[in-house]
């Protein structure tokens, strides 16, 4: 009996002090639970400071990691200092809200504030504040409002915290950012709006610029440290809490909300006579977390938030969203940390989703939690209810492409295969090619679909675009444009390059195929800054690297400088930074020399090796043969296992 009146005690305790944080809603003020970050004092400093010249703040983070309880805490501790404060919340169901209405739920909340105070406080509206017949309010009359409440607080400050603004539409948000200008100019400073939300400023850009203008930016974080406050809710032994919660610490990386809440649940596994605390964490996560988060609603709820992130809000991130999840999948599979890159959006909205972290230089999913709940599975699904056109999916299988075989025609190409072979470079590929392009033609899949009907077959030397370009729907048909084709001059692709990819741009519109370009050559290209530049371009008019692969096939002893192979392999691991539609690092290269695909089995199983989601993750065997310290100078380069 004694143990169960303790169990139940423990519950009650642990109930009331985390019921707030487990209901997803801000904590009491004066909750003992309360963990204090380093936001705590810079949002409190800057708003005591005088003569700002801001005229709002921003506070944001990801879903459910405080923002809220620390408005409730803030206008607390300031209303003590003689200030008016009054929290605004916008709701789920008012996401819809036109400025009108925005306008009438700002009036009901400030009035009621100043009413608490003062009965006969005068709104100078023409309507009963109270009347709840009212629908709508002006924007002369929320000005004249405030010019009232700055006129009634005398050297007071009015602090307006509006939390969830990502709920605004983009219309109402910027009609907003204009009253919060307006009424911190009229009133000297005296009324000042404390904003609150999801949205990272470096994404606001899709909302409003404007707020970045007129407001400091604070980040709230994740808890770090000992956390002591969190022990109050805690019925063990101090030296058990404070293990407890490190051990907690490791799996949630001090996500706040998932903190209580496992905090909460290990009630159920854990005592002071609890031995092996690890194995009991780990247990009850995997039996809780991962194995029945349905049937634990709030937990479940503040999973289904983050998947909301990435399927509901403004339509035109929604493609940016899916490849995020992409990139999410990469993180995933990763043994490594990803470098993180500011310019990508794809790594800016993984971190607002909260499924990611920034740490240092490196982006990484956020804790083991998440990891474990948002595996490849949750994530596909996600990304199925996204539901993006065909043309915007990735496709990581070989059919349905356009297919080019571009052909080094320059004066080298008449020269020996190899020292002890005498065989002209220009006829050794010549079987190579009709034999790749029946391969190609003949392709079916699993479900019997082709890749093309035809391919095309250019052959490239001067700087000008080729003549001497040719459909090609029978592979018996090569050996006729190799019999054509006269070698001489330099190696220049660029300008044949980008009018095939112009080409096929303006046809993918109609058609969604994908496309492959095969590309033979015997050495160094001339306008190899040029071919650069025009990979950059096409990279970037795609939405994924699978959309577009470039396999360079490198020709007999000619191509074994090593300068000439570091080259091509740069390309290969996206060392020029080709980045996608989306602002992705799009690595669409692939070297190899004519022998290792030959070995390989041609170039449809080289281009399927790399239609996967990092194909810049390894370097051939016979690089490191041949070159070692080539490999190894570029393994350390790119951070490769």
């Not at 409190?44 to 983070?61: H, M, P, T, V, W």
Request: proline share 3%; glycine share 4%.
């Amino acid at each position: 009996m004694k143990f169960l009146r303790k169990i139940q005690e423990f519950i009650s305790r642990s109930v009331s002090f985390f019921a707030d944080g487990l209901n997803g809603t801000a904590l009491p003020h004066d909750s003992p639970i309360y963990v204090e970050r380093d936001i705590d004092s810079q949002v409190y400093q800057f708003l005591r400071s005088e003569n700002k010249s801001e005229s709002a703040c921003y506070i944001f983070g990801s879903p459910q990691t405080g923002k809220s309880s620390l408005a409730l805490r803030l206008s607390k501790i300031l209303e003590c200092e003689d200030n008016v404060c009054s929290l605004v919340c916008i709701k789920s169901s008012e996401s819809n809200l036109l400025t009108r209405d925005l306008y009438v739920l700002l009036a009901d909340q400030i009035c009621k504030r100043l009413s608490l105070e003062n009965e006969r406080f005068n709104s100078g509206f023409p309507i009963d504040i109270n009347d709840r017949q009212r629908s709508e309010l002006s924007s002369s009359d929320i000005e004249n409002l405030l010019t009232n409440v700055a006129s009634y607080l005398s050297n007071r400050k009015l602090l307006i915290f509006v939390d969830d603004i990502h709920k605004l539409e983009k219309n109402c948000l910027q009609d907003f950012i204009e009253l919060i200008k307006k009424a911190n100019t009229q009133s000297e400073g005296s009324i000042f709006f404390i904003l609150l939300g999801n949205y990272y400023p470096s994404n606001f850009s899709t909302i409003s610029r404007k707020l970045l203008q007129i407001a400091a930016m604070f980040e709230i974080g994740s808890f770090s440290g000992e956390c002591h406050p969190l022990q109050n809710g805690i019925n063990l032994s101090p030296r058990n809490k404070d293990l407890l919660i490190k051990e907690l610490l490791v799996y949630t990386q001090g996500q706040p909300f998932l903190t209580i809440y496992l905090l909460h649940l290990s009630s159920k596994y854990i005592s002071n006579e609890s031995n092996n605390l690890n194995y009991l964490i780990n247990d009850f996560i995997q039996q809780e977390v991962i194995q029945n988060r349905d049937i634990n609603y709030l937990l479940d709820n503040h999973f289904q938030r983050i998947s909301d992130y990435f399927i509901r809000g403004d339509p035109q991130l929604l493609k940016a969203k899916f490849y995020a999840l992409e990139t999410y999948k990469s993180l995933l599979d990763s043994s490594i940390f990803c470098h993180y890159n500011k310019k990508s959006l794809s790594h800016r909205l993984l971190i607002e989703s909260g499924l990611a972290i920034r740490f240092e230089k490196f982006i990484c999913i956020a804790n083991l939690v998440y990891r474990k709940v948002f595996d490849r599975a949750l994530t596909e699904s996600i990304q199925k209810s996204i539901n993006l056109g065909e043309n915007e999916m990735p496709n990581m299988i070989i059919t349905n492409r356009d297919f080019y075989f571009l052909i080094d025609s320059s004066g080298s190409m008449l020269e020996p295969l190899a020292i002890r072979d005498a065989t002209e470079r220009f006829r050794s590929i010549e079987e190579s090619v009709k034999a790749n392009i029946k391969k190609v033609l003949a392709y079916r899949g699993k479900d019997g679909e082709s890749i093309c009907s035809e391919v095309e077959l250019a052959f490239f030397n001067t700087n000008k675009v080729s003549k001497k370009i040719y459909q090609i729907p029978d592979s018996d048909r090569v050996k006729e444009k190799f019999d054509f084709v006269k070698p001489d001059g330099t190696t220049n692709i660029a300008p044949t390059f980008r009018h095939l990819m112009s080409q096929w741009l303006n046809k993918r519109k109609q058609s969604g195929a994908d496309a492959a370009v095969v590309i033979y050559v015997d050495g160094p290209l001339d306008d190899f800054k040029n071919f650069i530049a025009e990979i950059k371009n096409v990279a970037s008019q795609i939405e994924h690297h699978s959309h577009l692969k470039i396999l360079i096939v490198g020709i007999g002893e000619a191509i074994n400088f090593e300068k000439t192979i570091e080259n091509y392999f740069h390309l290969d691991l996206n060392g020029f930074d080709f980045r996608d539609a989306n602002g992705e690092p799009s690595n669409v290269v692939i070297f190899n020399r004519m022998d290792d695909i030959v070995d390989m089995g041609g170039v449809i199983p080289a281009i399927e090796e790399q239609l996967i989601e990092n194909p810049e993750n390894g370097l051939p065997d016979w690089l490191k043969e041949d070159f070692p310290d080539l490999y190894q100078k570029l393994k350390q380069e790119y951070n490769l296992k």
